[in-house]
């Protein structure tokens, strides 16, 4: 490719074309690769199971998320505390929604939690934060906290990194 005269026309194209954002205005016929965050945001609001779950996404940004369900009797287990299982979900839906901010397709392969107290009312909020991700793979931390911002869960999770875009 040749060089545009007027500045680095090659190095704009190429970050328009894998999506860096460098503050280096995107070449006007570059492709746009990474979908924006609102629609990041509208695939994930589509997902039945967290629905079913009561949980709202707060925040979305690349590599971060936020999300909280308000606990209701169908929340819990036969000892009348939060089941293990619905902040597990509650702490998944904000792993793949911080993974897959970057607007490619993000598949867990690893995940973990450890409970580190009962709750039964309230709301817990989740918060997610990419720890390290390359193009291959990226691992995340969770933190599920109750209404007084005591830890309640920690969760670890890794995903396999695709290059298929997020469907709009």
């Known amino acids: 490719m040749r060089r545009d005269p007027g500045g680095d026309h090659l190095q704009t194209r190429l970050e328009g074309m894998i999506g860096l954002e460098t503050g280096v205005p995107r070449a006007p016929d570059a492709p746009v690769l990474r979908p924006t965050m609102e629609t990041v945001r509208r695939f994930f609001e589509r997902d039945q199971y967290a629905k079913l779950a009561g949980i709202e996404l707060l925040r979305l940004e690349p590599g971060h998320a936020t999300a909280r369900m308000p606990l209701r009797p169908t929340h819990w287990n036969g000892l009348d505390m939060t089941h293990g299982g619905a902040i597990f979900t509650l702490a998944d839906f904000v792993f793949a929604a911080a993974s897959n901010s970057h607007g490619t397709v993000a598949v867990a392969i690893n995940a973990s939690i450890s409970f580190l107290k009962a709750s039964s009312t309230g709301t817990l909020t989740a918060e997610a ?37 997020i469907p709009g």
């Open 129 to 165: 934060r990419e720890l390290a991700r390359n193009y291959k793979t990226g691992t995340y931390l969770v933190e599920v906290k109750n209404d007084q911002s005591e830890l309640i869960a920690i969760f670890q999770g890794m995903v396999y990194r695709k290059q298929d875009k």
